[in-house]
């Protein structure tokens, strides 16, 4: 069974930094896309980065230039090193991944369970 497991939330200041990590376990032959979500008390989850497995990469207009996605291939992992935190930042972060679990299926979208990220004083 392929699984993602998020790691780094945790309580922060405003204007404090936080990094956020996830790995990929289990078996499986390749991973495509790697995303960063969130969702917010009340609100919907929401696409907060994208990498893909070549390294191009898109933002969230509301966190460009202050969060930074980045992915290790040889371990299975993508961050997401978030900078310049506002209280409207918490939320409860998901890492999401395309993976493919044999060269006879087809990409499965993979979440993990989230980690949650607070930004008060």
């Known amino acids: 069974q392929v699984q993602l497991m998020e790691s780094g939330g945790g309580l922060v200041q405003p204007g404090g930094s936080l990094r956020l990590s996830c790995a990929a376990s289990?078996?499986?032959?390749?991973?495509?896309?790697m995303d960063w979500y969130r969702q917010a008390p009340g609100k919907e989850r929401e696409l907060v980065a994208t990498?893909?497995?070549?390294?191009?990469?898109n933002y969230q207009d509301s966190v460009k230039g202050r969060f930074t996605i980045s992915r290790d291939n040889a371990k299975n992992a993508v961050y997401l090193e978030m900078n310049s935190l506002k209280p409207e930042d918490t939320a409860v972060y998901y890492c999401?991944?395309?993976?493919?679990?044999?060269?006879?299926?087809?990409?499965?979208?993979?979440w993990g369970q989230g980690t949650l990220v607070t930004v008060s004083s």
């Open positions: 289990g078996s499986f032959v390749s991973i495509n896309v």
């Open positions: 990498i893909t497995s070549a390294g191009s990469i």
């Open positions: 999401h991944a395309y993976i493919l679990r044999s060269w006879v299926d087809s990409y499965l979208g993979i």
